[in-house]
């Protein structure tokens, strides 16, 4: 299993509550280099500034949504390998394919715990 503990990771979710969740599980499971977004306008933004070893996005926000940032970074060549992790409350089989249409490399159902969150981001990573 390879080293990812150095990754910048890029959190964009609307709440403050689940931001500071998933900044917090991710440094229970070695991540800590956590930046963060509260919509999908502001991670896009943020992505094009600074590239991102992984984004982890909520799918339900104002502005933009986690599908439509993550068809967005997807058209950058510079994202178009990084992995991205969707976190939704939306479990249904409609919402995994239109995510995955939009590029979205893995899933994690609300609620998870920290194990789930480290079992995806290995996955991710292909460890």
Not at 58 to 83: C, F, I, Q
């Amino acid at each position: 299993m390879s080293d990812h503990s150095s990754a910048q990771i890029l959190i964009v979710d609307d709440s403050s509550t689940m931001r500071r969740i998933m900044r917090l599980t991710l440094g229970k499971c070695g991540y800590s280099n956590t930046e963060e977004a509260e919509n999908g306008m502001l991670g896009l933004e943020k992505a094009k500034t600074k590239q991102f070893d992984c984004v982890i996005s909520d799918w339900n926000m104002p502005e933009m949504t986690g599908v439509e940032m993550v068809a967005e970074l997807r058209k950058l060549p510079s994202y178009a390998s990084t992995p991205i992790l969707m976190v939704t409350t939306e479990g249904g089989k409609e919402a995994v394919v239109e995510a995955l249409q939009a590029g979205v490399s893995s899933f994690i159902v609300k609620p998870f715990t920290a194990d789930v969150l480290r079992q995806k981001m290995d996955t991710l990573w292909g460890d």
